[in-house]
């Protein structure tokens, strides 16, 4: 079966396009919330409002939680749970909403674009002309993809895998380092964690800012998948 497929759903929070199998689903797609009953809440999540038949309950679509309609009024385009139109958010997940905009406007592009590093990791003998590569997101966000010449190239690294990402900076003990973009992953066979460093050394000034803003979209995509969701 084709991991890609995906089909049309429809909830009572509207239409969306998702993955026909759950398993293949993008790292930084949420679930849709189970909505908070009505008959559970006299009073709006936020401002504490009485409902009555004036002022009426209107659900968030992204935390399912009750709020009245000055608290949840606003439409808004909402990628992380890939709705078809734009859906009624909650003042907190409105603000959310809008900043992992940017994610998915442009750091998510550079990501599947791919950009070009020289490459350290475990057994990759040192000063080989051959070890820079191109490191992208696939097309289905689940995988760091590895393409180029270097004589040990990385199988595809799935995305849960990796623990950390880091910027290694020029006050650590590797002055080399400079630039570079530490990633911690572990193999579900492995006990510790290895690692697999990228860097923009030794590339043109046009190529060093392509890496530098891959490397700034792999920080943020670790983030959407492990501190925002």
């Known amino acids: 079966m084709d991991t890609s497929t995906k089909k049309l759903l429809r909830s009572k929070s509207g239409l969306r396009i998702v993955v026909v199998n759950e398993r293949f689903k993008s790292p930084f797609v949420l679930s849709e919330p189970q909505w908070s009953p009505d008959g559970e809440n006299e009073s709006c999540f936020h401002c504490k409002a009485k409902f009555d038949f004036i002022t009426r309950k209107h659900h968030c679509r992204r935390c399912g939680q009750v709020y009245c309609k000055a608290c949840c009024y606003v439409k808004e385009v ?40 020289k490459l350290s990791l475990p057994g990759l003998p040192d000063g080989d002309d051959n070890e820079f590569l191109t490191c992208r997101l696939s097309n289905d966000h689940r995988h760091i993809i590895f393409d180029g010449g270097a004589p040990i ?33 572990r193999k579900p066979c492995q006990s510790v964690d290895s690692q697999i460093l990228l860097s923009c050394m030794q590339l043109s000034l046009k190529e060093q800012r392509l890496s530098l803003a891959w490397m700034s979209a792999m920080l943020e995509a670790f983030k959407m998948v492990y501190e925002c969701s």
């Not at 734009?86 to 550079?110: A, I």
């Open 153 to 185: 190239c990385p199988e595809p690294l799935p995305f849960v895998e990796i623990k950390s990402v880091s910027f290694v900076s020029s006050s650590d003990e590797d002055k080399n380092a400079e630039n570079s973009l530490a990633i911690l992953y």
């Open 78 to 117: 909402l990628p992380r749970m890939c709705f078809v139109d734009p859906v009624r958010l909650c003042v907190g997940c409105e603000n959310v909403t809008r900043k992992e905009k940017s994610f998915f406007d442009v750091h998510l592009k550079t990501l599947l674009n791919g950009a070009r590093f």
